[in-house]
């Protein structure tokens, strides 16, 4: 037998083994670091989902707006990721006792990392603030615009929310 070749098949079982090793090892948790007995028959919803902030101008500076987030489910649900649209959007979120977590931004465009772990309680809230930078596309960003805020939790029935914000933007 060619020498490469055994080479190759002794490389290959090695690596195979190992994949199985690594897979048994972290008990079926390989994939996404997601745990199946993490996750949470509780659904977070939101109060309001929708904001338009109508004209602003480049020139005021950010404006901000707040969602209140409410865990009405007889489960703890955790938030384990936060991202938004666009760089030019980013987001915080407010526990009830007033722990403040974030900057959260755009992923892939050097924003913050959107990882977390807030836990809303069953009858608990939160804030989620969605901050948008209307300067932030320079002179050529003028006109409307929607962005996006995600939040994404270990709700089983309800992974992924939403909020979306609009506004006409101008110089």
């Known amino acids: 037998m060619n020498k490469n070749l055994i080479t190759y098949i002794v490389g290959g079982v090695v690596i195979i083994g190992f994949i199985i090793a690594m897979a048994l090892l972290s ?3 390989m994939v996404n670091n997601k745990n199946p007995l993490s996750y949470s028959a509780g659904t977070l919803s939101l109060l309001e989902g929708d904001y338009d902030f109508g004209v602003i101008s480049m020139a005021d500076g950010n404006v901000p707006h707040s969602f209140e987030v409410r865990n009405e489910s007889v489960e703890p649900v955790t938030i384990n990721k936060v991202y938004t649209s666009c760089m030019c959007t980013t ?3 407010v526990e009830e006792s007033g722990e403040r977590h974030g900057e959260y931004g755009m ?3 050097g924003g913050p990392t959107g990882e977390t772990n807030i836990e809303i309680l069953p009858g608990g809230s939160a ?3 969605a901050i948008f930078d209307p300067a932030a596309h320079g002179p050529q960003g003028v006109g409307k615009i ?3 805020v995600y939040l994404e939790t270990n709700s089983q029935t ?3 929310l939403e909020v979306t914000f609009e506004a006409e933007v101008t110089k």
């Open 127 to 129: 804030i989620l603030e």
């Open 27 to 29: 008990g079926g948790e």
């Open 158 to 160: 309800k992974p992924k």
């Open 91 to 93: 987001a915080y979120v």
């Open 146 to 148: 929607k962005r996006v």
């Open 107 to 109: 992923p892939m465009q």
